[in-house]
């Protein structure tokens, strides 16, 4: 965890504290949140549904925000939002049009907002950050795909499908858009492509398997894209087993001199055709500090990673002293939900 966002501080106190993600990364590490679906589904949620929770934005939208507001309890300070699989062409095939699509995008931004405000109302003093959640093309496809890549699309092409749902994130103004579980290099230089301009700062993040990515090209290789990204202020893997990090970690602190974000999985896995998860978690809290020390600077979970291990985390790692004042909730980004959040 990293010290609060608010650049105010008594005359006697120490020098102002970083107000930006990126001024964070530079004096600190700082804590994720755990995996989105695995909380909504131990809150009694039904996700066997090709939007998984992004169909909650449209139907229970409060259930994302008491979600949210978990992982900050637990110790997180970055909220990654239900977009992931919040698409205008998977929306579509449920009816929904595009301009209700855009409010149900711009509402994963203001869901975890709220969630921050709630959580500073409850006494949570550490700094909060919101990150737009950006899946692959594959996650849209509800297929599986997510995990193979190789769509059979051109760059230019995945270029056009996500730049829309990523002017409508930027808008909604997080602090970062989280470019996760990109399986295939291809897709990286696409949403590389598609981040120009936006005026958002961006992390990439890999789905890996053996030092690959899962469309099988090197770490390095694909590492090395967003070397001199200049919107990108960190680089590294998620939504993989917990074996596969720290390699992953030396490989983009090396390639990219840019810090490092990770979130495995439990180590747990997914069994597609008994849609139920199998085998035992490998995911300690005692592995970060090794991700730590090797450049890892946003650390978090993702699949079957809940709010007791982002706990474990937190205190896994050495914070710097909160403030008292506000945190990045009046962040020149920030975004305010509906005054209703079931309106849409």
């Known amino acids: 965890m990293t010290r609060d966002t608010s650049s105010d501080t008594t005359p006697d106190s120490s020098p102002a504290a970083p107000r930006t993600l990126p001024e964070a990364l530079a004096v600190g590490t700082v804590v ?20 998984w929770s992004a169909r909650l934005l449209a139907e229970r939208p409060e259930a994302i925000t008491e979600a949210h507001l978990a992982y900050f309890e637990a110790g997180a300070s970055v909220a990654i939002t239900s ?85 409508v994130l930027a808008e909604a103004g997080p602090d970062v858009l989280a470019l996760e579980t990109v399986p295939d290099a291809d897709e990286a230089r696409a949403l ?15 789905s890996v398997a053996g030092g690959r990515t899962r469309a099988g090209q090197p770490l390095e290789e694909a590492f090395a894209l967003a070397a001199d990204a ?6 590294g ?34 069994d597609a055709e008994a849609r139920a998860w199998t085998g035992r978690s490998t995911f300690t809290p005692e592995q970060v500090g ?9 650390i978090g979970g993702c699949c079957r990673v809940g709010p007791t291990a982002i706990t ?3 205190e896994a790692l050495a914070p710097l002293a909160p403030l008292d004042s506000p945190s990045s909730l009046d962040s020149p980004n920030s975004f305010d939900p509906p005054d209703s959040l079931d309106s849409a």
């Open 32 to 51: 994720l949140d755990g995996g989105m679906s695995n909380q909504l589904a131990s809150a009694g949620h039904d996700l066997s549904d090709e939007l």
């Open 83 to 167: 977009s992931y699989q919040a698409t205008f062409e998977g929306f579509a095939r449920r009816g929904i049009s595009r301009e209700h699509a855009a409010e149900l995008l711009g509402l994963s931004v203001g869901l975890a907002r709220e969630a921050a405000r709630q959580a500073r109302a409850k006494g949570v003093r550490a700094p909060l950050w919101v990150a737009a959640s950006v899946g692959p093309y594959g996650a849209m496809l509800a297929d599986g795909s997510e995990y193979r890549g190789r769509y059979g699309l051109s760059v230019a092409e995945l270029e056009r499908f996500h730049r829309p749902r990523l002017e």
């Open 192 to 206: 590389l492509r598609a981040v120009r301009g936006l005026g958002v700062p961006a992390w990439l993040s890999y």
């Open 230 to 235: 200049d919107e990108v202020i960190a680089v």
């Open 237 to 270: 893997v998620n939504c993989c087993a917990p074996d596969d990090v720290g390699a992953a970690v030396e490989a983009a602190a090396r390639v990219t001199g840019k810090p490092v974000v990770v979130y495995p999985n439990s180590g747990e896995t997914w």
């Open 290 to 298: 090794g991700w730590e020390r090797a450049g890892a600077r946003l």
């Open 312 to 314: 474990a985390i937190a």
